[in-house]
């Protein structure tokens, strides 16, 4: 009899558990390796993949930071270099035109005193609740309200609502009316909403330049929108179909009509088509000229001198009001 040969093999395991802990772990010892090809964006290196994001819009880059947490922080911690190659490639003349007001807390102490002062005569606090019904007014322990810095604010708060109330101007609705001395609650709402961006934007420095997209889209839009009016013979700022496509605001800075009237109502967006502020057109050079950034450094100045004036008056007060009653005895 001949003896008995095991001919049975061992069966392959085969698991899916199994399987899935090995592609991670492939997939692991491949990144630490740093030898294979990338698998996406997110596996470029990142002298690579920071140039791309700088190609992006505002809004695109705001978006594609809420896709997972290692983009979320590369873009926070190079947001600063980001915004500021964006600005450049995109908003450059915006960004010229649309200062930002600078943070009470970046301001000197020493000027303090002098901006928290009530009654100063430059204050434009005074009568802006008055005046603007589209702006809330910024918070002075928060901003620095020098008339520059209030400017800005209110530049940028007009930016927002112009935005806002685009597509009610595009289909010819009739923006609502805010009688004097009224305070519907959408407004209200409105109204906080704009300012809380503008005061985000002096923290991130890509919420500012959304904020220059949006108002780039609000004039490419407002000037598409006038130029189908042919009764509307203004003169305007020669835009093209690549000038749209291309998403810069380089077309601006060919000659146009200046930013002379400030919108203090909404009845001006009607009208209103390149908003431009802080700049004016000089003819011997053939370009626009823009308001110097340290405008805000000579506005302090101003608050200073306004402050050691009102501490001399008061003392002088103080002295013709001691030395009154010994006239009068005197006189007696």
Not at 31 to 56: H, M, Q
Not at 148 to 153: E, K
Not at 156 to 166: K, P, R, S, Y
Not at 247 to 266: A, C, K, M
């Amino acid at each position: 009899m001949e003896p008995k040969v095991d001919m049975t093999q061992s069966l392959a395991v085969r698991s899916k558990r199994t399987q899935r802990q090995n592609k991670k772990l492939a997939k692991k010892s491949l990144r630490a390796s740093n030898t294979g090809p990338p698998l996406g964006i997110c596996d470029l290196p990142s002298d690579l993949f920071l140039p791309i994001v700088c190609l992006l819009e505002p809004r695109d880059i705001i978006t594609l930071s809420r896709v997972n947490g290692p983009i979320r922080d590369f873009i926070i911690s190079e947001e600063k270099y980001i915004a500021r190659q964006v600005i450049r490639l995109r908003y450059d003349c915006l960004a010229k035109c649309f200062l930002r007001p600078v943070l009470m807390r970046d301001v000197d102490p020493a000027y303090h005193q002098g901006l928290m002062s009530a009654g100063r005569p430059e204050d434009p606090l005074k009568t802006h609740k008055r005046i603007f019904h589209h702006i809330q007014e910024p918070d002075p322990s928060v901003v620095c309200t020098c008339l520059t810095c209030v400017q800005r604010w209110n530049s940028l708060c007009i930016v927002l609502d112009f935005a806002h109330w685009q597509r009610y101007l595009d289909n010819g609705t009739p923006i609502p009316i805010v009688p004097r001395g009224a305070a519907p609650e959408w407004n209200r709402k409105l109204l906080q909403s704009n300012a809380k961006i503008v005061l985000g934007s002096l923290h991130s420095d890509l919420f500012y330049a959304r904020i220059l997209q949006k108002h780039l889209s609000s004039i490419t839009g407002s000037i598409q929108r006038h130029s189908q009016n042919k009764g509307n013979r203004r003169k305007r700022f020669r835009m093209t179909d690549d000038d749209v496509q291309r998403g810069t605001s380089d077309f601006l800075e060919r000659s146009g009509p200046p930013t002379i009237d400030f919108p203090h109502n909404r009845d001006n967006y009607y009208m209103l088509e390149a908003f431009l502020p802080n700049r004016g057109w000089i003819t011997e050079r053939n370009a626009w000229v823009y308001v110097p950034e340290d405008q805000h450094e000579k506005d302090l100045e101003i608050a200073v001198m306004w402050e050691e004036w009102a501490k001399r008056r008061q003392a002088e007060a103080r002295r013709l009001a001691a030395t009154q009653p010994e006239q009068i005895n005197r006189s007696s």
